[in-house]
């Protein structure tokens, strides 16, 4: 018997609408069953058009399979690990996603009573009560919509105190190593921004603090774990600096992932926390959205957070009632529609019942192992930015491998042949040529000692073939784009050509 050996046919795919032939129709309305009504008995003639909008004519089998092939491309969670570092990639539990979509849940409208809404209102307790509780912090309010926002509505919450003592101040501090987001908050507040300088160790220079905190510094945001992958060691004596001052300060959650169960920003003396579900608690990530960016305060700023708060009330029997309070004079006010991203935090929380105190834990605790796994492992092949125990993620420079003329971007390209999303590159701005990989807690060992084999593999070509690894990817459909190109000159529209049916 003879075998023919065959190949993967791996189908290139084109625009939906150079599938267009006229003609082609993908759906069947069913046969008028009322009185016909000229439709410009019930629209103004200037909105109607004679011709189609240059959509596309294709049938049903083109539409399912042209987004099937499409949906192939996508590098996904569920196809392999994301090593993107502050970003924090981790699996979503399909039972999230189950537990989100039951009707009560999904079928719920924003506006519905709140006495029609007790089972929601009181998931949404139920969280806030979660968050205060993992984070040390007793006031939560879940409405920002992402993580940018609950840094904004956090330092609104802080202006709106010093305001109450009579002084907003003038200044935020800000660490060099801070996520973008952090000085783009503080000025949309209104402040000015004074950047602090990173000591050897990645954290922040506590003799130099003492000289920049006055009367005038409003708060300090900073991120723990920082941003280079490195506990805050200092982090109670740098809030009892600010608070001598009369200052508050902020935490970046971005890092979370890596402190839960184990610490609590509140019993550091955090005041305002901002966290990122979609990181830490395993909610979708990605694609814009839908994000959830919860913020929780100490107990003097929890007058000012958003309304409407989620409150409790007890009924003649005895009954907990729960219902939106927006008599709160003190409040910031709202900072968005509704309350929240609400099937997203059904996920959070489910996500936070499923692993229970304990499994909390031990995710935060594989997460730093995994991390440090990677360490151990690359510090042979790759200079690693700062010495010292790593947290859930670490950063290596381009230092080694650019003895050869081969850089980050060119080790980020050449990873995709190995099967990877690319790391983080480039971030944090303090490490020349950085690579910031987290691999979280959703990674066996078989998975972590590919990535590491990849790696190390991509390190020998460096030295041995480097303009191999200069040209990559090369297992692609496109190879390496024009990025520079692509900023200065994109291509922000496409016009189709319709062919006219004949006849």
């Not at 009369?246 to 992932?257: H, I, R």
């Not at 995709?416 to 690579?435: K, N, Q, R």
Request: some cysteine.
């Amino acid at each position: 018997m003879i075998r023919k050996a065959t190949t993967h046919v791996n189908q290139n795919e084109g625009l939906i609408f150079e599938r267009s032939q006229p003609g082609r129709i993908g759906y069947c309305i069913p046969s008028l069953d009322v009185d016909e009504v000229p439709i410009e008995s019930l629209l103004d003639g200037a909105l109607l058009r004679d011709d189609l909008p240059g959509l596309p004519e294709v049938s049903e089998v083109d539409v399912v399979r042209h987004f099937t092939r499409i949906s192939t491309w996508n590098f996904a969670v569920d196809y392999g690990m994301y090593p993107l570092g502050s970003c924090t990639m981790k699996y979503n539990p399909k039972l999230n996603e189950r537990v989100s979509r039951f009707e009560g849940f999904a079928a719920s409208h924003p506006y519905l009573p709140d006495a029609l809404a007790q089972g929601n209102l009181e998931v949404l307790a139920t969280l806030e009560k979660c968050l205060a509780e993992i984070t040390g912090l007793p006031g939560v309010s879940l409405q920002p919509a992402a993580g940018a926002q609950g840094e904004m509505t956090g330092l609104m919450v802080i202006r709106k105190r010093l305001e109450a003592r009579g002084d907003a101040r003038r200044r935020v501090l800000i660490p060099d190593s801070a996520h973008g987001t952090n000085p783009a908050s503080a000025a949309i507040c209104g402040y000015e921004v004074q950047t602090l300088k990173s000591n050897s160790q990645g954290g922040i220079d506590l003799d130099n603090l003492r000289t920049v905190v006055d009367d005038g510094a409003a708060a300090l945001m900073l991120t723990n774990p920082s941003t280079l992958g490195m506990f805050e060691e200092n982090i109670e004596e740098v809030c009892r600096i600010l608070h001598a001052a009369g200052g508050f300060v902020y935490m970046d959650g971005a890092n979370m992932n890596a402190l839960v169960g184990v610490t609590r920003p509140g019993d550091m003396g955090v005041d305002v926390l901002h966290l990122n579900l979609h990181k830490t608690f395993s909610t979708p990530h990605g694609g814009g959205g839908p994000g959830a960016g919860p913020v929780a305060v100490s107990e003097e700023l929890t007058p000012y957070l958003p309304y409407p708060r989620i409150v409790a009330e007890s009924d003649p029997s005895g009954r907990t009632k729960w219902k939106l309070d927006y008599n709160l004079p003190d409040s910031i006010g709202r900072v968005r529609a509704y309350h929240g991203n609400y099937s997203v935090l059904v996920r959070a929380l489910c996500y936070i019942y499923a692993l229970g105190p304990e499994g909390l834990r031990e995710a935060t605790e594989t997460a730093v192992l995994n991390a440090n796994y990677i360490a151990h492992h690359l510090k042979s092949d790759y200079e690693i930015a700062f010495d010292g125990k790593a947290m859930h993620e670490v950063i290596f420079s381009d230092k080694r491998q650019s003895k050869f003329g081969v850089h980050t971007l060119d080790i980020g390209k050449r990873l995709i042949d190995y099967g990877f999303h690319p790391m983080t590159i480039y971030f944090p701005l303090v490490v020349p040529g950085a690579m910031m990989i987290e691999p979280t807690e959703s990674e066996g060992r078989e998975e972590l000692d590919q990535f590491i084999y990849a790696m190390k593999a991509i390190a020998r070509e460096a030295e041995e073939n480097p303009e191999l690894v200069k040209r990559a990817p090369h297992s692609t459909r496109i190879g390496r784009l024009d990025e520079a190109a692509a900023a200065r000159k994109p291509v922000l529209r496409w016009k189709p050509v319709r062919t006219a049916a004949k006849g």
